[in-house]
């Protein structure tokens, strides 16, 4: 069962009016702290990867492993970084720039054969962060795997029952932040043994202004 839609749309319109104009345009992260779940179990070590209605606002910088014609093509699609297979594996002995590379780019995509190549060169980098590619055929649509990426989010709880991701930003209209919000929140009360029900607080936020807590 999602939010209200009348109270989330509140919320999100208190969240833009009561944020001080800033010169750039400010992000709007969603926050979902949980109640009554046991972290040893499944759903207190959720870390899901969730495809949102609507593009963040934000450019994320989406990373390709591939060869051959799917590299040529990422290129082309314009992936902020296309590592084949001699790059990949001169990364196996380079610890800092493994590092750098998963501090750098904020999804990964790549080619299912060179998954086991992945792990053993970006793995102890990309783990951590949950930043693993998502695999993908030699014969997939780049392009359309670019794109839909840019609409992904990552939440992942860290010891506590709290959930993080960015739904959106200030140029964005009240309803697409809703709707973003909402595949969030349908996708974590689906991981949750008493649903919403496991909902203590909902809170959204713009990147430099205070919390609105959202009505339940």
């Known amino acids: 069962?999602?939010?209200?839609?009348?109270?989330?749309?509140?919320?999100?319109?208190?969240?833009?009016?009561?944020?001080?104009?800033?010169?750039?345009?400010?992000?709007?992260?969603?926050?979902?702290?949980?109640?009554?779940?046991?972290?040893?179990?499944?759903?207190?070590?959720?870390?899901?990867?969730?495809?949102?209605?609507?593009?963040?606002?934000?450019?994320?910088?989406?990373?390709v492993v591939a060869t051959g014609e799917m590299a040529l093509k990422a290129k082309k699609a314009g992936a902020n970084l296309v590592l084949e297979r001699a790059?990949?594996?001169?990364?196996?002995?380079?610890?800092?720039?493994?590092?750098?590379?998963?501090?750098?780019?904020?999804?990964?995509?790549a080619e299912a054969p060179l998954m086991p190549l992945v792990g053993k060169s970006l793995g102890a980098s990309l783990g951590p962060r949950g930043k693993m590619p998502t695999p993908v055929p030699p014969n997939a649509n780049i392009e359309e795997q670019i794109e839909k990426h840019q609409k992904i989010v990552s939440v992942r709880m860290?010891?506590?029952?709290?959930?993080?991701?960015?739904?959106?930003?200030?140029?964005?209209?009240?309803q697409e932040i809703a709707d973003n919000v909402q595949a969030?929140?349908?996708?974590?009360?689906?991981?949750?043994?008493?649903g919403i029900k496991n909902f203590k607080s909902v809170y959204l936020k713009t990147s430099m202004g205070s919390s609105i807590k959202v009505a339940m």
């Open 184 to 194: 969030v929140v349908r996708r974590i009360e689906g991981k949750l043994k008493r």
């Open 87 to 109: 790059a990949l594996e001169s990364l196996v002995s380079d610890k800092k720039k493994q590092k750098d590379i998963a501090r750098t780019y904020d999804m990964f995509i």
């Open 1 to 63: 069962m999602p939010l209200n839609m009348k109270n989330l749309l509140a919320a999100v319109k208190e969240v833009k009016s009561s944020s001080k104009e800033r010169k750039f345009s400010q992000s709007i992260d969603l926050a979902i702290n949980l109640q009554n779940i046991d972290m040893k179990k499944p759903e207190g070590r959720i870390q899901e990867r969730i495809e949102l209605p609507h593009s963040v606002g934000t450019a994320l910088k989406v990373c």
């Open 158 to 174: 860290r010891g506590q029952p709290v959930l993080q991701c960015r739904v959106g930003n200030e140029k964005m209209t009240d």
